[in-house]
């Protein structure tokens, strides 16, 4: 059964990408505990000879005709940004300093 | 009429007026806007009201000559409220998070287009727990919902905007989101029906996604044939959703009202021998067993089901949901929409940390606790024991389900083990929220059809849900004993559950 530590609580937000707080990391760490607890029963009857479902209703794959459609405008694709600049999304720089 | 008249109708029935040229689409929500201004202060169901473009809307229909309206479904000129997960273009869309404050989307959603295509005016958006991550609405980051029947109390969630919207006569219908009950369970604790249609019966383009393999939207209302009107709305092949069945809505309507004549013989009805005991209140247990009596003096045959692997239902769900929920709200990363916060000064000003601080700042406390166990979930390492054994599971409910339809034609349950609890009674434990969806959950997994219609007051006064759940694609086999057992209920109570509903907020409204 897995136990969360600080630490992979730490580890995880960095992954999603969530500057987690020190209290919020304390809290997740107590809740997950016992989510995880409740949940990891799954196991018992999780055995090799039973396939995975990933879609509930099994669909064929299948092609449509190729039509072209007017997409949305530039302006209309920009228009949520936080910051734009000449039809453009501007994006913090992606590098550190060093 | 007076707007109390207009407003206590059903849908069909304010329909029906519209073509008798006895009220006009404009009368209609002119009627319920006022109901939303007088029932917002106690309710708090919409986070935003879109009168104007409404009523633009309903002028829109009105104008239409008899041939043009003799050509749009049955529901035309009858407006609808929206849950704010769906979204509408040129009308702020938020899911109830911080993160998507002010965003107007650009596009319609798929559902939207075909309301809109109908003739139906959207009234506004709804309230709804942040990202449909909850079951009593009170993890919005906007406002909590009230629960009509006690303003004490929660509604429900996550569409418990859209549930409180159509019990409080707000708007005669509603579009919610159901990925683990999020429509029937708020059904259940409103008094109102709510339904999950087949997973793929209705197109999910433009559903602001939660758990993708899930999530289903469908319609709330107060009466079974108002749902149906509505999901043949709605439902139906979309080329934009590659889940989307490629066939037409399902006869909800014909069985529906075929139900209506409350002959149920030679149906066979499935008590699903899991769905009971510990954890179900007296009161809701007394409620479905009435319910279930009715179906058999309605010529129903009535035999008891199990589904063994449904006690493992919720944790596959608790390992898939937040899975799915952590890839998709991937997506806000404060650089094409929505908020972006830069870090403190002494953080570099990375676009990594940018997404860090905006994340940390725009996501609520139960939506970040779903990303964090689903990244964990999906990480390598246990990917194949969580998320691969959650898939396995998913596998063998599908497979109860199929056995139980060989046998019956549809199973019942209760649709909450509760009735509508007092707010702040479980957000301090996560897991006592969550065990509230147990059955709601398996339909989800299952990818069946399910529908949630009051079954009567409990001992405490407050609405209790019955369940209906058919197979896959056959959504209209439930709509039969659903409508059948509503008109046996409705002639017991000598009317519709509502008339024990108080309305204050009625009283004194225009002529």
Redesign the interface.
Known sequence: M?T?TKE??VH??????????DE?IT??QG??N??AE??????????DD????????P?EA?L?PDVPETP?TQE????????SEAGM?V???????E | MSTTEIVTLSAAEMAAKVKAKEVSSRELVEAHLEVIEAAEPSVKAFLKVSGDQALEQADAFDAKSDEEKAQLPELAGVPIAIKDMIVTKGIETTAASKILEG?????DATVIKKLKAAGMPLLGKTNLDEFAQGSSTEHSAYQTTHNPWDTERVPGGSGGGSAAAVAAFEAPLALGTDTGGSIRQPGSLTGTVGVKP???GVSRFGAIAMAS?LDQIGPCSRTVLDAALLQEVIGGHD?RDS?S??EGPRPMVAAAREGMKRDLKGLKVGLIKELGGEGFQPGVMARFEEGVKKLEEMGAEVTEVSLP?LP?S???Y??IMPSEV?SNL?RY????????V??PADV??????????T??AG?G?EV??R???G??AL?AG?YD?WY?????????I?DDFKKAFEKVDVLVGPTSPVTAFKFGEKTED??AM?AIDITTIPAN????PAMSIPAGLSDDGLPVGFQFLAP??RDEAMYKPAAALEAALEEDWNGPIWQSLKTPWLDGLGK
């Not at chain 1, 960095?14 to 500057?19: E, V």
């Not at chain 2, 990363?333 to 972006?340: K, T």
């Not at chain 2, 691969?388 to 063998?396: E, H, I, N, P």
């Open positions: 897995p969360f992979e609580i995880l937000g960095d992954l999603a990408r969530i500057a987690l707080t919020e809290r997740l809740d997950l016992v989510i409740s949940i990891n029963k799954v196991q018992e009857i999780a055995t039973v396939p995975p479902t990933a879609n509930p209703i669909l299948y449509r949305l209309e694709a920009i228009a949520g940004a936080p910051v999304f994006a913090p720089r992606i590098l550190g300093e | 965003w107007v989307p650009p596009y087949t997973y793929g393999s080329k889940t069945i490629p692997h493992y919720l944790g596959a608790y390992i952590s991937a990363d404060g650089m094409r929409y929505g908020l972006r830069m870090p570099p000003q990375t676009a990594a940390n940018m997404m860090a601080y994340r940390e996501f406390d970040k606790r990303i964090i166990l990244t964990y990480s246990y024991a691969g054994s959650a898939q396995k599971v998913r596998t063998l599908i996560p897991m969550y997994l299952a990818g069946v896959q694609q």
